[in-house]
């Protein structure tokens, strides 16, 4: 056993918790904390957290196990799927045009097709990075999913879309503003979900692990969260916690999330008025 591990594994002992918490607090405890936690740790900027993600593992999203084992995930609905399928049915009377943003290679049509199917038509579009994509398309060709498409941009995504982010929008490291601008309109409808959210902390940076892989993340802050997309003219409509998901950082107890959560918002009237709501 390393120094580093072995220092790891006697301060995340439960009488050192506190000390911990304290500890975590100062500039120099920070930076002994994450050189002890290697991936557990707290940063600064995404690209300090990148070096530490490529030092654990040198792969990240486009990783073809982690591909695999999405789709593995996606045979089943887990917890926070159905507060999703819930709004989704509610939005909308027949047609359903929903914007897949980071959907992988599609896992989530291929999870809620069966429940939505009902509908007259649903066009689900995904957009992820081009490695991911490809595999997408191929994956689709493959299964003869007929509904579903992909794309390598997100500038088309206009009101009519239900933009949808599961599992992919803590890796936005930008501002809501910023995020809701990529867009040719700002949709009405926008669900995010399993992404983790600190109710009390200000939002800080670490590295999400997988078994294969390894990437950088940001946990927000719940009220800023919500007051961010106040600002671009959104309302809460519903909030839920995504229990089959957790974050755990052992040197910084108090800074780890022990669920996700999921969010809807709509666009209110006076934004979809103005021709630039996120201005």
């Known amino acids: 056993m390393s120094f580093r591990e072995i220092g790891r594994a006697i301060l995340t002992t439960e009488p050192c918790r506190s000390m911990l918490t304290g500890i ?3 500039s120099l405890g920070r930076r002994v904390f994450n050189f002890l936690s290697g991936p557990f740790g707290v940063f600064t900027s995404f690209a300090e957290a990148w070096l530490a993600a490529k030092r654990t593992n040198p792969v990240a999203h486009e990783d073809p196990e982690e591909i695999k084992m999405q789709l593995r995930v996606s045979t089943s609905l887990r917890s926070s799927d159905y507060p999703v399928l819930y709004w989704l049915w509610k939005i909308g009377a027949e047609d359903l045009r929903i914007f897949d ?6 896992n989530l049509y291929y999870s809620y097709q069966p429940y939505l199917r009902q509908r007259r038509l649903v ?3 995904v957009f992820d990075i081009p490695p991911v994509v490809e595999e997408g398309k191929r994956i689709a060709a493959k ?5 579903l498409t992909f794309v390598h941009t997100a500038a088309d995504v206009s009101r009519r879309h239900v933009l949808l982010i599961s599992g992919a ?3 936005w490291e930008g501002s809501i503003r910023e995020f809701i601008r990529q867009f040719a309109e700002a949709p009405e409808h926008v669900i995010v979900n399993r992404s983790p959210i600190h109710e009390t902390l200000e939002s800080f940076i670490t590295v999400q692990r997988t078994p294969t892989c ?3 993340c940001i946990v927000r802050n719940a009220d800023d969260l919500i007051s961010d997309f106040a600002a671009a003219g959104y309302v809460m409509e519903d909030h839920w916690r995504a229990l089959e ?3 755990t950082l052992p040197l910084f107890p108090d800074r780890s999330v022990a669920y996700y959560s999921g969010f ?7 934004a979809m008025d103005n021709q630039t709501p996120a201005d």
């Open 24 to 26: 975590g607090q100062f």
């Open 101 to 106: 943003y980071g959907g992988n290679v599609g």
């Open 123 to 125: 066009e689900w579009t």
């Open 143 to 147: 299964r003869h999913a007929s509904g």
């Open 169 to 171: 929008f803590h890796y």
């Open 214 to 216: 390894a990437f950088p």
């Open 245 to 247: 998901l957790a974050l």
């Open 264 to 270: 809807y918002f709509r666009l209110q009237k006076s």
